[in-house]
Structure formats: C-alpha cells, structure tokens
C-alpha cells in the first residue's frame, strides 16, 4: 500500500484504528497473497532451528 502524502497515509491508519476497534475493519490486502506465497516469501525465510523442527 501506498499513499502521496504523509497525511493520506496517516489518515488512513486513523481510520484503520478506529475500524479495528468496531471490528469492521477489512484489509484491502485481502487475498492478494495466497498462504503458501505468504509462507514461501515471508515465514519459512524467517525459520530458524534444527531441520527436525521446522
């Protein structure tokens, strides 16, 4: 996500908060990703420990 100014994107989070709080709020990241990208990319690069745990 990106915005044009520091404003927007404070804006934003305001009202993210505020949406989170009414649990109402949506990610507008919501399936953009699939977990076995989300796994490949972000969490099995973050692993650590014997091959046996993994």
Do not use: H, N, Q
Not at 30 to 53: E, F, L, M, Q
């Amino acid at each position: 996500m990106s915005f044009d100014t520091l404003e927007d994107a404070k804006g934003w989070l305001r009202r993210a908060g505020t949406d989170s709080e009414r649990g109402k709020f949506v990610d507008p990241r919501d399936g953009s990703i699939t977990v076995a990208d989300y796994v490949t990319r972000y969490w099995k690069a973050g692993v650590r420990g014997a091959p046996g745990t993994i």
